[in-house]
């Protein structure tokens, strides 16, 4: 049996990230080349169709943890989980290589990935998702559901 806390934010969680890393590798599979984007520190590669479809994936699984009975706090928690796990994931994996690389005396500008990593992978896929899931953060009929 789950937990209120697993149905209200471990099962959205886990359909939002696991469809938006589906997303995201048939758009790099199928999808047209992402847009490269100058910026003051670092580049910013930017995936369209991921981009958008996020709006969806941000609504959806907002809206599932809402009918679990989520209040907004882990409503909000689950609508920027993608970025957050996803993001997350990759900003960290990208400190250990600039870190690995700098030691072991390669030329590294870690400014460079501030853009890149920072700005690319958390900043800009936040958005959509917080604009997909505005619909069901705010408080309302299923606020404080008993059968969470």
């Given amino acids: 049996m789950l ?15 696991i469809v938006a890393a ?5 758009d790099g599979r199928f999808g047209p080349p992402p847009l490269v ?8 590669v930017v995936h369209i169709p991921w981009l958008l479809s996020l709006l969806l994936i941000g609504a959806g ?13 882990r409503r909000l928690l689950v609508a920027l989980s993608p970025v957050l796990l996803i993001g997350g994931t990759v900003n960290l994996l990208m400190a250990f290589v600039v870190t690995a690389a700098s ?3 390669h030329r590294v500008h870690p400014i460079d ?3 890149h990593f920072i700005v690319g992978w958390l900043v800009f896929p ?15 009929a299923f606020e404080g559901n008993p059968r969470g």
Avoid: C, D, E, H
């Avoid at 699984?61 to 706090?73: E, I, K, M, Q, V």
């Fill in 37 to 44: 984007l100058p910026f003051r520190y670092g580049a910013i």
């Fill in 22 to 26: 589906a997303v995201m590798a048939l």
């Fill in 126 to 140: 936040a958005i959509p998702l917080l604009l997909g899931s505005l619909a069901f953060l705010r408080s309302g």
């Fill in 61 to 73: 699984s907002t809206f599932l943890a809402r009918r679990a009975g989520a209040n907004s706090s």
């Fill in 3 to 17: 937990t209120s806390f697993q149905k209200q934010v471990g099962v959205p969680v886990l359909a939002a990230v």
């Fill in 113 to 115: 990935f501030v853009g």
């Fill in 103 to 105: 030691i072991s005396g």
